[in-house]
């Protein structure tokens, strides 16, 4: 009786440790897939600029400026300013070339504007006019 029972447990462990290789080769098979698709992606992405697709670009508005300062984007590209600051803050235009750059004063929030013309925009916020950005866009 007890070699039999010792018998049993002895397959039984066999059986767990089979089921415990099919499962990790399952777990091998997929992760390759997926690597493959990263891959992929990977490649897309890298492609992505060829295409020429419009693309956006984030400001962030925190800290009493804006980061980073100075961006450079392709004609039809949108940037978005990230407000997170303590205080509200804006962006705002500085010159005729740059007039249609006007957000509201926010607290929290975004504010998107997509730039359809070569040339350079400088920007600053209404409320501390020190700080200040540039938007060149080629
Ligand atoms: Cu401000």
Known sequence: MPFDSRVKSFRIATGFAVVGMLLAGCGSEDSAPSATTTTGAA?????????SKPATVTVDVDDMKFSPETITVKAGDTVTWK????????????????????????DRGEWSYTFTAPGTYRYLCSLHPEMRGTVTVS
Request: proline fraction near 9%; aromatic fraction near 6%.
């Open 83 to 106: 407000f997170d600051d303590k205080v509200p803050h804006s962006v705002q235009g500085i010159g005729d070339k740059a007039m249609g750059i006007n957000s509201p004063i926010f």
């Open 43 to 51: 490649s897309t992405s890298a492609a992505a600029p060829a295409d």
